[in-house]
């Protein structure tokens, strides 16, 4: 019997989205005026996508073995391809710390809050710090800034990093900085694991 594409969505431990490894996504089937399927992705030249999908596109989409094909927000069919198995290389996400405010502290472990006065050159390096803006409204905007290994100078106190800005709001993200080519993978899924518990609270 061929299961459906909720069903395979449900199951799955990883995606495959227009050829673009998905290690989180959004999925709330309860949800009828927004898209219930939702994901980022980087593609291997760094420039990232957003996906979505109703309730009804997915009742309507082509089910052959484990790949979904499916009509999307912007009307274009995509490809997503289920798999039940966790890639056994996927090397560990980077730690994400918060900058703290009423609406994460009881959200996040104590470790990961940083105090709200720190100023963005005094986050930490290699890790993901989050900044949220407009704590109260229910979808807010939030920065992240990702800070890379510190480089210092012979005879000289001065300390560099590479740190990369993305601006999101719920369906649309901005990014400007310097960043290694080889962790955009990493950073999407950063991105993806903050929307996580930001929308869903």
């Given at each position: 019997?061929?299961?459906?594409?909720?069903e395979?969505?449900?199951?799955?431990?990883?995606?495959?989205?227009?050829?673009?490894?998905i290690?989180?996504?959004?999925?709330?089937?309860?949800?009828?005026?927004?898209?219930?399927?939702?994901?980022?992705a980087?593609?291997?030249?760094?420039?990232?996508?957003?996906?979505?999908?109703?309730?009804?596109?997915?009742?309507?989409?082509?089910?052959?073995?484990?790949?979904?094909?499916?009509?999307?927000?912007?009307?274009?069919?995509?490809?997503?391809?289920?798999?039940?198995?966790?890639?056994?290389?996927?090397?560990?996400?980077?730690?994400?710390?918060?900058?703290?405010?009423?609406?994460?502290?009881?959200?996040?472990p104590?470790d990961?809050?940083?105090?709200?006065?720190?100023?963005?050159?005094?986050?930490?390096?290699?890790?993901?710090?989050?900044v949220?803006?407009?704590?109260?409204?229910?979808?807010?905007?939030?920065?992240?800034?990702?800070?890379?290994?510190?480089?210092?100078?012979?005879?000289?106190?001065?300390?560099?990093?590479?740190?990369?800005?993305?601006?999101?709001?719920?369906?649309?993200?901005?990014?400007?900085?310097?960043?290694?080519?080889?962790?955009?993978?990493?950073?999407?899924?950063?991105?993806?694991?903050?929307?996580?518990?930001?929308?869903?609270?």
């Open positions: 019997m061929t299961r459906s594409a909720f395979l969505i449900e199951q799955a431990e990883v995606l495959v989205v227009n050829q673009m490894v290690h989180k996504w959004l999925y709330d089937t309860h949800d009828e005026d927004s898209p219930i399927f939702e994901c980022m980087a593609d291997d030249e760094g420039y990232i996508y957003e996906f979505g999908v109703m309730k009804h596109a997915m009742a309507d989409a082509v089910v052959e073995g484990n790949l979904i094909t499916v009509v999307d927000t912007t009307g274009e069919k995509i490809e997503i391809v289920c798999s039940a198995h966790k890639l056994t290389n996927k090397n560990p996400m980077m730690p994400i710390y918060w900058k703290r405010n009423s609406r994460i502290k009881n959200l996040v104590a990961r809050l940083i105090d709200s006065r720190t100023k963005t050159n005094n986050f930490p390096y290699e890790a993901a710090t989050v949220i803006l407009g704590v109260r409204s229910p979808k807010p905007r939030f920065r992240i800034y990702i800070r890379g290994k510190v480089k210092k100078y012979s005879n000289s106190a001065y300390e560099s990093c590479a740190v990369v800005r993305i601006h999101c709001r719920e369906n649309s993200v901005d990014l400007n900085g310097e960043i290694a080519s080889e962790s955009f993978a990493e950073m999407n899924e950063v991105v993806n694991e903050v929307k996580k518990l930001i929308y869903s609270k």
